[in-house]
């Protein structure tokens, strides 16, 4: 054992340590927990940042999610759109089709028909039922007359009927017949390829015998462009009697007693307006009768190249013939008269 004053210093010096060693554990402890508690402060903030950037992209989804939701819906409804119209404009299409089918057949028949009459109806003896203009005046005619203005073309309007056979075309009709070898293999070889180019020899022909002579008047220059009026079908004929209808105001080119054409003094029960010129020219009885012959000729040769006429070769070259015939007899001054 230690004596009482070493053993209360062993002590005091025991305490002291002990004391140390609490203030140093109670430092320690400190630190400890104010590390921590930066520790815990750190993890808190990066939580809540964490828990803003899971809001925000919890937002984000949303968002997403909604335009996405409103693309479907307006993919849906424009591919509903399009079904829709793509359906109304097949269903047009089929009407319209149907209605073109309709109206094909129907111009067809027409057709057919037109087809039926052409076929009968030629410059020697038209089809009344294709050229009603070509009906004998009568009081229902000329009250028709009346009502509206009426224009002829070179095509149409230059064909004429005859009220009752003559005389003259009884004996015509009995005439005997024979052909040339050269003007029917002229024939022959423009009916191959049917057309008015003066190249080919029958119509260099026709030009060189009868439709220059024919239409070669005192006027040279109207003339040359009432051949080229009855050459493109633009040739218009009317009675005198049918100027007072007319609304347009034409100027009018020489007058009721004097041909423009021969500049002879004579009776003009018509006159004449070449295609879309405001000249109207007054025509002597012969002048229209030679121009009328030149007109049926072409008439005829236009139904050949269209395919209306349904004759044999000989047939369509005796008719050629004969309307080259009216127009030297028609040359020569000949011409039927007619009330107008």
């Known amino acids: ?7 209360a210093g ?3 010096q025991e305490t002291y340590n002990m004391s140390r060693l609490r203030s140093s554990s109670l430092e320690i402890k400190e630190k400890g927990t104010e590390f921590l508690r930066e520790q815990l402060d750190a993890a808190q903030k990066e939580l809540k940042l964490r828990d803003e950037e899971c809001v925000r992209l919890s937002h984000v989804r949303n968002q997403l999610e909604q335009e ?12 509903h759109k399009m079904v829709r119209e793509a359906n109304v404009k097949q269903a047009a299409a089929e009407k319209q089709l149907k209605e073109a089918q309709g109206k094909i057949d129907v111009l067809q028949a027409e057709v057919s028909a037109l087809k039926t009459l052409v076929l009968t109806s030629t410059p020697s003896s038209p089809n009344r039922q294709l050229h009603p203009q070509l009906l004998s005046p009568g009081p229902s005619r000329a009250s028709s ?13 230059a064909l004429q009927l005859p009220a009752e056979p003559t005389p003259t075309d009884v004996a015509t009709n009995r005439e005997d017949k024979e052909l040339d070898s050269v003007l029917f293999a002229e024939f022959l070889s423009w009916k191959e390829t049917p057309s008015l180019d003066r190249s080919l020899a029958l119509i260099s022909r026709v030009y060189r015998e009868d439709i220059g002579p024919c239409l070669s008047f005192t006027c040279s220059e109207l003339s040359q462009s009432v051949q080229c009026a009855v050459e493109n079908n633009s040739l218009t004929i009317e009675p005198v009697a049918m100027s007072s209808l007319h609304t347009v105001k034409a100027i ?27 000249n109207y020219y007054y025509v002597s009885p012969s002048s ?10 072409f008439t005829y040769i236009r139904y050949i190249q269209q395919g209306l006429v349904r004759q044999d070769v000989q047939q369509m070259f005796w008719e050629v013939m004969r309307l080259r015939r009216e127009m030297s007899v028609a040359k020569l001054g000949y011409f039927p008269t007619e009330e107008s």
């Open 145 to 157: 007359r009346l009502r509206g203005h009426t224009r002829n073309k070179s095509a149409s309007g």
């Open 10 to 12: 062993a002590h005091r």
């Open 288 to 297: 229209r009768a030679r121009i009328t012959a030149v007109c049926n000729f």
């Open 252 to 278: 009018q080119c020489g007058g009721p007693n004097k041909c423009a054409l021969s500049g002879m003094s004579r009776p003009c029960r018509h006159r004449i307006k070449l295609g879309d010129k405001e």
């Open 68 to 79: 996405l939701e409103e693309l479907t819906a307006s993919l849906f409804e424009e591919a």
């Open 1 to 7: 054992h230690l004596p009482p004053a070493e053993e």
